[in-house]
């Protein structure tokens, strides 16, 4: 089972005319949302490249205040899904990146703040191909865009294949294709059955662990 997680770093140097470390940030640096979003600009630029020579997707970067710092959050996502030694390698990655782009005398983020790296929740809405491969075997529940006065409809099913083209849902009734143009954005459904089986079975793999310790020390 592929562990999910977020590594956090805070960090951020002062440079000439700035505040000095967790001081007050700059006028400059307490813009509205169009700072904010030139900053995240600014920060794609630097971290899209570490990140896609790590091997993992860009999945979405997001910047905000809190207080006095600011908080530059980076979700990263691969086939077959990221672990935690992943996430915390990313994160040193990219840390050491925006660090570098400041010494260079980039203007990247004003002052101290939070880098926080982190892989999908199940709650991130599928919108892209890759979304739906990687969540092939999963229930997840979509709106069908209707043609003429057909009207959208929602749709639950299980997700049997997906390619950059089409997903092909199983539902109670039927196993239907779609394009992704026919598709909004999918949601992964939580299916406490399925959590207790894998439960289950990991409790079914230590209990085989344990007979192995029993077998060596006979």
Do not use: K
């Not at 959208?152 to 950059?164: F, I, P």
């Amino acid at each position: 089972m592929t562990q999910r997680g977020r590594a956090t770093r805070t960090t951020g140097r002062p440079r000439g005319g700035q505040a000095p470390r967790g001081g007050p940030a700059p006028r400059s640096a307490q813009g509205g949302r169009g700072d904010l979003s030139a900053r995240r600009e600014r920060l794609r630029a630097v971290i899209a490249p570490v990140v896609a020579e790590a091997g993992y997707d860009l999945e979405d970067l997001a910047v905000s205040r809190a207080g006095r710092r600011h908080v530059v959050r980076v979700i990263v996502d691969a086939d077959g899904g990221i672990n935690l030694d992943a996430v915390a390698d990313v994160s040193r990655a990219v840390s050491v990146a925006l660090d570098a782009a400041e010494e260079a005398g980039g203007d990247i983020v004003a002052g101290e703040y939070q880098l926080e790296v982190s892989s999908p929740g199940v709650d991130r809405p599928l919108t892209l191909p890759r979304h739906w491969r990687r969540n092939v075997g999963r229930l997840v529940r979509v709106t069908v865009r209707g043609g003429g006065t057909a009207g959208d409809r929602q749709v639950t099913g299980r997700v049997v294949e997906a390619d950059d083209e089409r997903v092909v849902l199983e539902t109670d009734t039927e196993r239907a294709e779609w394009a992704y143009a026919e598709l909004g954005p999918g949601r992964v459904q939580v299916e406490f059955s399925r959590l207790d089986e894998l439960a289950e079975s990991e409790d079914l793999d230590d209990d085989d662990d344990d007979d192995d310790v029993e077998d060596e020390e006979r």
